[in-house]
Antibody
């Protein structure tokens, strides 16, 4: 069974940093592009970033470029999102999702940026 | 960036109704479109990819069509478990973008 499990969310002050993780099972991460997608409270879905199978290519939405870094460790079957210079508007549930068509999703982890 | 719009933004329907949701892209995206279902408090779930292909395990009451800029999601006979918000998403070019969602609730 394909599973993606996010962790690492929590409360952080504006300007702070946080690292999210996504552990996958049931498939080999090395075979797929992988994404982070977020959803602010009561709002719609927003694609954040993705990374190629071997990590050689990354893409970001403009609002996080330069502040967030997506990475992966295929040996550990894990995806990461390093978030820095966090703002209130980054408050959201963050999901990891597989492949360009987002065919499988995790359950999400909540990030709250507040003083 | 490619802008995605959906109509209607919400609809009320009865069990057994046929429901159609429309998604439009601001420029051509070939068939690089996914339809996603999200129930309250739950993670999103992909229903359809490549505009018209069902994800594994998704019932055939869901169908998608379209290419280029105009797409539709149809639910042939609405059931209680189908009341949810539906999003379209393009993966033709970066940044990937979502439509604003269509909330389907009970009449």
């Amino acid at each position: 069974e394909v599973q993606l499990v996010e962790s690492g969310g929590g409360l952080v002050q504006p300007g702070g940093s946080l690292r999210l993780s996504c552990a996958v099972s049931g498939f080999s991460l090395s075979g797929f592009w992988t994404n982070w997608v977020r959803q602010a409270p009561g709002k719609g879905l927003e694609w954040v970033a993705n990374i190629k199978q071997d990590g050689s290519e990354t893409n970001y939405v403009d609002s996080v470029r330069g502040r967030f870094t997506i990475s992966r460790d295929n040996a550990k079957n894990s995806l990461y999102l390093q978030m820095s210079s966090l703002r209130a508007e980054d408050t959201a549930v963050y999901y990891c999702a597989r492949d360009w068509d987002l065919d499988s999703w995790g359950q999400g982890t909540l990030v709250t940026v507040s003083s | 960036d490619i802008q995605m719009t959906q109509s209607p933004s919400s609809l009320s329907a009865s069990v057994g109704d046929r429901v159609t949701i429309t998604c439009r892209a601001s420029q051509g995206i070939s068939n690089h479109l996914t339809w996603i279902q999200q129930k309250p408090g739950k993670a999103p779930k992909s229903l359809i990819y490549a505009a018209s292909s069902l994800q594994s395990g998704v019932p055939s009451k869901f169908s998608g069509s379209g290419s280029g800029t105009d797409f539709t999601l149809t639910i042939s006979s609405l059931q209680p478990e189908d009341f949810a918000t539906y999003y379209c998403q393009q993966y033709n070019s970066f940044p990937f973008t979502f439509g604003p969602g269509t909330k389907v609730d009970i009449k």
